[in-house]
């Protein structure tokens, strides 16, 4: 059952444009969403989390948005650049109460910016 | 470098073969992860530990697959007889809370 679906799963945008990756989740326990970007041969890093009280976050040219009635997240990044070519993966945890811990990961979206 | 170490960054074994990773995470964290991510995928948790507590273990993939920290500050998986489905990139991954995970640039194994 994967829980975290994520789209698209690959996206070409030119260099200053604005790709939109999206996220929808099943378990509405989930109470943290992160972004990750992984280059290759690297672990995925860290970009951007929110938690479900808030509607948007912003950090640099990366925002996420967030509906909780509709189970979706998304991430925008404003001002592309060749060098955000990467692999985000959305993701999300149960991090109040007890029960099982660790992320689920949605199967990652490959952007490619050109110049 | 003070980020979450691994140890190999490649390996390369023999279907049938034990092998055994070591993870280093960044010295504050009592939390520890292991994630397995195939190509094209994105990491899939299989357990992890608070200090040297295996609070979750339930989803590793079988039982040729362990894992131990023993005096709550590296770690190691284990994955006995290999084979070539074990194929695949072994993250590691730390934190002090439940948020923020950092993780390291993971052991690639190969099953020939």
């Known amino acids: 059952q994967q829980q975290v679906k994520q789209s698209p799963q690959s996206l070409i945008v030119q260099k200053g444009g604005i790709p939109i990756i999206n996220c929808a989740y099943e378990n509405t326990a989930f109470d943290y969403f992160p972004w990750y970007q992984q280059f290759p041969g690297k672990g995925p890093a860290l970009l951007i989390a929110i938690r479900p009280d808030v509607s948007e976050k912003k950090e640099g040219r990366f925002t996420i948005s967030f509906n909780k009635s509709a189970k979706q997240f998304s991430l925008h990044i404003m001002d592309s650049q060749p060098g955000d070519s990467a692999t985000y993966f959305c993701?999300?945890?149960?991090?109040?109460?007890?029960?099982?811990?660790?992320?689920?990961f949605g199967k990652g979206t490959h952007l490619i910016i050109q110049p | 470098d003070t980020g979450v170490s691994q140890d190999p960054r490649h390996k390369i074994t023999k279907r049938g073969q034990n092998v055994t990773f070591r993870c280093d995470p960044i010295s504050e964290h009592n939390r520890l992860y292991w994630y397995r991510q195939t190509l094209g995928q994105g990491p899939e948790f299989l357990t992890y530990f608070q200090n040297e507590a295996q609070l979750e273990k339930s989803r590793l993939l079988s039982d040729r697959f362990s894992a131990e920290r023993p005096k709550g500050s590296f770690s190691t998986l284990e994955i006995q007889r290999t084979e070539q489905g074990d194929s695949a990139m072994y993250l590691c991954a730390s934190n002090q809370n439940r948020e923020k995970l950092f993780f390291g640039s993971g052991t690639q194994l190969s099953v020939l």
């Open positions: 993701a999300a945890s149960v991090t109040s109460g007890g029960g099982a811990d660790g992320l689920t």
